[in-house]
């Protein structure tokens, strides 16, 4: 067994800021402006998720932080108005091979399925983070679509998740 922990952004982040946070990410603000001339998204941006948090370096916030960043930085050069990164729920949901998998929601990790129920959410997360690759109309359209919607929540807290 190999067993390998612990994340870092990558040294590409030290060219835009001195600043940066414990995981070498780069501070940006709610439109993920790292300068004016830069947006960040992904694993190198320390994007807020609320007062308390930061995103974290995993596909559940890389995906929406790209979405948004690429909006915003386009949008930056047409003059057009920016959008906030609003990132959905907290989850995760970690598979465990033959034991199925865990889902959990909230920064304090409340279960809310295991085994084969949870597993059959990590299947279908596993089928939505692929986003279409040879429709022009559909890759928009995904790209506009920051949250995707996830089980147990309530219905004005669907969230946004992958992985
Ligand atoms: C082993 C592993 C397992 C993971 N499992 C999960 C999981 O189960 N669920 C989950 O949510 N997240 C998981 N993650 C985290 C997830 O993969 C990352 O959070 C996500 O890919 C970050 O996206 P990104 O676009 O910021 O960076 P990346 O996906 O790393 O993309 C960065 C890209 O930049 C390119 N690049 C780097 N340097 C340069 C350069 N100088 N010039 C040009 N291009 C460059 C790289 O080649 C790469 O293609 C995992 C990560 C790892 C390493």
Redesign the pocket.
């Known amino acids: 067994m190999v067993w390998s922990v612990g994340m870092r952004a990558?040294e590409?982040a030290r060219q835009i800021s001195d600043e940066l946070d414990h995981l070498g990410r780069v501070p940006v603000d709610r439109h993920l402006r790292a300068l004016p001339e830069v947006f960040a998204?992904?694993?190198?941006a320390a994007a807020a998720f609320d007062a308390e948090h930061t995103v974290m370096?995993?596909?559940?916030?890389?995906t929406p932080?790209?979405k948004v960043a690429g909006y915003n930085a386009a949008a930056d050069l047409l003059g057009l108005p920016l959008r906030d990164f609003t990132p959905g729920p907290y989850v995760t949901c970690l598979d465990l091979g033959a034991a199925g998998a865990v889902f959990t929601r909230g920064w304090d990790r409340r279960v809310m399925a295991s085994g084969a129920e949870a597993k059959e959410v990590k299947k279908q997360i596993n089928q939505w983070i692929h986003p279409p690759v040879d429709d022009a109309s559909q890759i928009l359209a995904a790209a506009d679509r920051v949250s995707i919607e996830l089980p147990f929540f309530p219905r004005d807290e669907k969230a946004v998740a992958?992985?």
Do not use: I, N, V
Not at 41 to 44: F, I, L, R
Not at 57 to 62: E, F, G, L, P, T
């Open positions: 990558s590409l998204a992904g694993d190198t370096q995993a596909c559940q916030h890389a932080l790209g992958t992985g």
